[in-house]
């Protein structure tokens, strides 16, 4: 499927675009996309799809990437380094439920302006490995669910900046293959849910959370319940 002969020069919003479409391989060669804002739920429930080429899409002015790949089933691979988020601050979403996502590139994200990260990663139960060295967290506000059910051994999240944080609820949901988090610069001096947050990481062995601030949490239940 190629949208080569789609007029967007001013077009700013194609949220939904192909969203629930059977098409299992696109190409965006050609599409002008200098002025989109808005890419929300743009593959979402593309349950066919196994190849998209996105290497000449400009995502410089976009703000909302939420739901873009969501439920794509049939994904194997998906390399997205290229993509500009130097604007975005919605990427809630982003790859929940790509059940058969093996390789994610995703290095050269720039998050500094993301505030909503819940539910990113949700459900990628079969990613090999994961890059998030670049992940820039300060005004981060939600991250409810978002390595939920990612079965890597090993995440690292200690560069993260938790301050601006209002929620980790079920952040390490259900990681059964977890066995060592390094999360020492947890900071939930701002944190009111904490709920769920290491439940069913039932091979977890090694984490350190001595220096966490629980001033503000309203909610810990099931914490590291099994």
């Known amino acids: 499927f190629y949208l080569n002969e789609f007029n967007t020069l001013v077009l700013e919003d194609i949220s939904y675009m192909l969203a629930n479409s059977k098409i299992e391989i696109i190409d965006f060669y050609d599409l002008n996309t200098k002025q989109v804002v808005n890419m929300s739920h743009l593959f979402e429930n ?3 799809l196994i190849s998209v080429d996105t290497s000449s899409i400009d995502t ?10 969501d439920s794509c089933f049939s994904i ?9 988020t130097k604007q975005v601050v919605n990427m809630s979403h982003l790859f929940h439920q790509c059940e058969t996502l093996l390789e994610l590139n995703i290095n050269n994200f720039d998050t500094r302006n993301v505030e909503d ?19 820039v967290t300060s005004k981060v506000k939600n991250m409810e669910n978002m390595f939920r059910q990612v079965r890597l051994e090993y995440i690292d999240v200690n560069h993260f900046d938790f301050g601006n944080v209002e929620s980790t609820a079920g952040l390490f949901d259900s990681c059964t293959k ?17 709920s769920r947050m290491f439940a069913n990481c039932i091979v977890l062995s090694k984490i350190n959370i ?17």
């Not at 001595?210 to 099994?226: G, P």
């Open 76 to 84: 194997i691979s998906l390399d997205i380094n290229n993509f500009d």
């Open 178 to 194: 977890l066995i060592e988090v390094n999360i020492t610069n947890l900071n939930t001096q701002n944190n009111k849910d904490m």
């Open 117 to 135: 990260m819940s539910f990113m990663f949700d459900n990628c139960s079969t990613l090999r490995y994961l890059d998030i060295s670049s992940f």
């Open 210 to 226: 001595d220096n966490i601030i629980t001033d503000k949490v309203e909610n810990m239940s099931s914490l590291f319940d099994e």
């Open 60 to 69: 410089s002015k976009v703000k909302d990437m939420s739901y873009m790949f």
């Open 46 to 48: 593309c349950s066919s």
